[in-house]
Nanobody, 126 residues
């Protein structure tokens, strides 16, 4: 069992920045994949970034050059640095832990993940 806890959300103006955190606890494997997901109001959850425990990353086209995912392995904390935020970035942000650590591949698919945090709200005002 793995537990995830997101934090760092808030309200910013267009063009602002936020850094979200995802703290892992419980039975965390040495090899894992973490995904960051965005759920806009009234829409389904969409993957924006993914990172493997070896540092390999992948991003959705909509956030490339604006978002950066990183990790602090010693603390088991993952980060999502978000720059030049736009109103369409508004919504809940979730981190997910992969359903099957043996696959060890980054993924923006919700189906890849079996454990989720409670989410953190990001609001970008125009």
């Amino acid at each position: 069992q793995v537990e995830l806890a997101e934090s760092g959300g808030g309200s910013v103006p267009t063009g602002g920045s936020l850094t979200l955190s995802c703290a892992l606890s419980g039975n965390v494997y040495s090899r894992y994949c973490i995904g960051w997901f965005h759920q806009a109001p009234g829409r389904e959850r969409e993957g924006v970034a993914s990172i493997l425990s070896d540092g390999t990353t992948t991003y959705a086209d909509s956030v490339k050059d604006r978002f950066t995912v990183s990790k602090d392995s010693a603390k088991n904390i993952l980060y999502l640095e978000m720059n030049n935020l736009q109103p369409e970035d508004t919504g809940m942000y979730y981190c997910g832990y992969d359903r099957d650590p043996s696959t060890f591949t980054p993924s923006l698919s919700e189906l890849h993940y079996g454990y989720w945090g409670q989410g953190t709200q990001v609001t970008v005002s125009s």
